[in-house]
C-alpha cells in the first residue's frame, strides 16, 4: 500500500482534478473554448493535444486547472474565438462553469461513500455487553448477552443503527424486541431524553444505557455473605466456573443458571506486593467453591453484586478519606436515594460542586451502614509534565476495566446491496454538507474556534493514517474533504468559485459586469484572506 506522501498526492491530485473536471465539462457543454486541462502543475510531463484542447499530466501533483480562451480581463482573443471567450459567455453560461466545480465536489462524495457501503462489511452488532443497572434497560429486564433486533417494529442490524432508531424517541414507552437464548420476546423500555450537542449542532435522542463493549465479570462481595465464606473477595475477576470459560457478564449469566452447585470459580485476584519504596499490585489465579445461590442472574447465583458501586480506591487527604470511606465499601444512598449506577453519583455531583449532600455506604471492614454529610474539596494534582491543575472532588474510584481487560465487541457481516448503499450514501452526504456549512457559520460567528482549522500538515498526517486505519478510512476522509472544497468554493470571497458566480448573478441582474478596477481590488482582498486563512491553518497544524 502506498505510503503517506503517496497517500497525501493521491488524496489531493484526486479531489483538485474531480473539481476542475467538473469546470472543464460545463465548458465544453456551453461552447467556451477549453485550452488547456491539467493534472499538476508545473512544467509538462507529458501530454496530448484532441481537438482543439491541450491534455497534459504535469510534474507537480498537487491539484490541476482548466485554461480557457478568455477567463482573463486583459486576455486578448481572435475574432473566431471571441464569442468563445468564456467571460464574454453569457451570464447563466458562465454560473453553470463556476458552480460545475464545487457541484462536482459534492456529487463525487457520494460515489466514494457508495464503494464504502456496498458489499459485505463488518459492523458491531446489538448484542448488548454491558446494561447500566440505574438506566432504563435494567429497569426493562435486558441482560448483558441479549440481542435487541427491532425498536417499534423498525429492524436494526449494528449498534449505530440501534442508537440512531432513538433519535427523537424518549420520554414515552419504546417497543423492542430482544433475542435471548435462541428465542425473542417483546419488552418495553422508556428512554432518558439527553441532548448530545458540539460547538454547531445538537441531537435529542433516547438513551437506555446499554453499551456494546463486553464488561469482564467484576464482583463486589458483601461482608459476612456466603460468597465471603467460601473466599471470594471483592474486585475478584471471574475467570472460569466449573471448568466452563467465562469471559464477560453475559457468559456468566448464561453458563451459572445452567449448573448444579457446589461451583467451583476460578478468579483473578491483586495482590499488593512491596519491593522496597515501591509498591505495586500484581495478579495471581486464586480457586474458590462457593455453594450456588437463589437467583435469576449469574451474580445473584454466586451469592455476590456487579462492582459497580464499589469503591476501588479513596484519594488519601480527600473529602471522602476525611470521612471515613475505605477502598471495599460500597456506596448505597445519595440524599437518600438509593444508589444504582456511578456514573449517576457523578453526574450529580458535578451539579452540586461544593455544596454539601449526604451520602450512606456499607463498610468493607465490619459491613455496617454509615451515612454522613460530605462535600467535595479542591484536590490539587500535577500531570506527566509537572502541570498543577486544581478540581473539586469527592476523591472515589469505581472499579473500571484497562485497555487489555477490555474484551472485543460482537460482530455482524452487514451485505449491502447497490441500489441501499447508493441510498445511505445520498442520505449521509447531505448531513456532512449541513455540518460543514453550519461548521463554516460558526467561524465568522465565533461559535467554533479557529483552533480547529487544519491546513496541509494536517491533511497529510491524516492521509498518512491510512496505512495503519486501511482503505475505508481514506475514502472517507477523502469524502470529507471534498465536501469542504466544495462547501468553502461556494462562498462569495474573492478568487474563489463564490465570487465568480456572485459576478454572473450581478451582470445577469444588473446587465453590465463588475468593473474592472472593482474586480482586481476584490481579488486583492480576496488574497490577502486566504493566505491568513492558510497562515492560521498552518500555525494550528505545527502547534499541534
Known amino acids: 500500500m502506498l505510503q503517506g506522501p503517496g497517500l497525501f498526492i493521491l488524496l489531493l491530485g484526486v479531489l483538485v ?19 488547456r486541462f491539467s493534472v499538476g502543475f508545473g512544467p509538462k510531463l507529458f501530454g496530448f493535444t484532441k481537438g482543439e484542447t491541450e491534455y497534459q499530466v504535469a510534474l507537480l501533483p498537487l491539484g490541476g486547472y482548466v485554461k480557457m480562451a478568455g477567463d482573463s480581463p486583459h486576455e486578448e482573443l481572435s475574432p473566431e474565438d471571441a464569442s468563445r471567450g468564456f467571460l464574454n459567455a453569457a451570464p447563466w453560461k458562465r454560473a453553470l462553469i463556476v458552480v460545475a466545480g464545487p457541484l462536482f465536489n459534492l456529487v463525487f462524495p457520494i460515489l466514494v461513500y457508495f ?24 429497569a426493562a429486564g435486558i441482560r448483558a448477552g441479549d440481542r435487541i433486533v427491532a425498536v417499534e417494529g423498525e429492524q436494526v ?6 442508537r440512531d432508531a432513538f433519535v427523537g424517541r424518549f420520554e414515552r414507552p419504546i417497543p423492542l424486541t430482544v433475542e435471548r437464548d435462541g428465542k425473542t420476546f417483546p419488552t418495553q423500555v422508556t428512554p432518558r431524553k439527553i441532548v448530545e450537542s458540539n460547538a454547531v449542532d ?17 464482583v463486589g462481595v458483601a461482608p459476612g455473605s456466603a460468597a465471603a465464606q467460601a473466599g471470594l473477595k471483592s474486585f475478584d475477576r471471574i475467570l472460569s466456573i466449573n471448568g466452563v470459560n467465562i469471559p464477560d457478564e453475559a457468559a456468566l449469566n448464561e453458563q451459572v443458571v445452567k ?3 457446589p461451583l467451583e470459580v476460578t478468579v483473578q485476584r491483586l495482590q499488593s506486593l512491596e519491593a522496597g519504596a515501591v509498591m505495586a499490585r500484581v495478579p495471581s ?26 469503591v476501588v480506591a479513596v484519594t488519601p487527604q480527600s473529602a471522602a478519606d476525611k470521612a471515613g470511606l475505605r477502598a471495599g465499601d460500597k456506596l448505597l444512598s445519595y440524599n437518600g436515594e438509593t444508589l444504582r449506577s456511578f456514573n449517576i453519583l457523578m453526574g450529580e455531583l458535578s451539579k452540586l460542586k461544593d455544596q454539601p449532600f449526604q451520602l450512606s455506604w456499607r463498610s468493607a471492614g465490619d459491613g455496617q451502614v454509615r ?5 467535595q474539596a479542591s484536590f490539587t494534582s500535577k500531570d506527566e509534565f509537572g502541570q498543577e491543575s486544581s478540581a473539586l472532588v469527592l476523591g472515589i474510584r469505581p472499579w473500571l476495566p484497562s485497555s487489555a481487560e477490555l474484551l472485543s465487541v460482537d460482530t455482524v457481516t452487514v ?8 441510498r445511505e450514501a445520498a442520505i449521509v452526504v447531505p448531513k456532512i454538507v449541513g455540518q460543514m456549512v453550519k461548521v463554516i457559520a460558526g467561524l465568522f460567528s465565533g461559535q467554533v474556534s479557529p483552533k480547529t482549522l487544519g491546513g496541509p500538515v494536517m491533511m497529510y498526517q491524516l492521509a498518512a493514517k491510512s496505512t495503519e486505519q486501511g482503505l475505508d478510512y481514506f475514502l472517507n476522509l477523502m469524502a470529507i474533504i471534498s465536501i469542504n472544497l466544495g462547501v468553502m468554493n461556494l462562498l462569495p470571497i474573492p478568487i474563489l468559485d463564490g465570487f465568480h458566480l456572485l459576478s454572473a448573478f450581478w451582470e445577469g441582474i444588473r446587465r453590465r459586469p463588475i468593473p474592472v478596477r472593482v474586480r482586481e481590488m476584490a481579488n486583492v482582498v480576496g488574497l490577502i484572506l486566504l493566505v491568513a486563512l492558510m497562515g492560521m491553518a498552518f500555525f494550528n497544524d505545527i502547534t499541534r
Open 115 to 138: 464503494f464504502v457501503f456496498v458489499g459485505p462489511h463488518e459492523a458491531t452488532s446489538t448484542k448488548v455487553g454491558f446494561v447500566d443497572p440505574a438506566m432504563p434497560a435494567a
Open 415 to 422: 451485505n449491502l446491496g447497490p441500489l441501499e448503499a447508493l
Open 17 to 35: 482534478t474531480v473539481h476542475e473536471l467538473g469546470h472543464f465539462l460545463l465548458a465544453k457543454a456551453c461552447g467556451v473554448k477549453v485550452i
Open 157 to 162: 442490524r449494528t449498534f449505530e443503527e440501534l
Open 259 to 261: 449448573m448444579e452447585g
Open 285 to 310: 489465579v486464586t480457586k474458590v467453591t462457593v455453594p450456588k445461590q437463589p437467583g435469576e442472574d449469574g451474580f445473584s447465583a454466586l451469592g455476590v453484586e456487579p462492582s459497580d458501586m464499589y
Open 202 to 218: 445538537s441531537v435529542e435522542r433516547g438513551q437506555i444505557g446499554i453499551q456494546p463493549i463486553r464488561k469482564p465479570a467484576v
Open 371 to 375: 451515612t454522613q454529610t460530605l462535600a
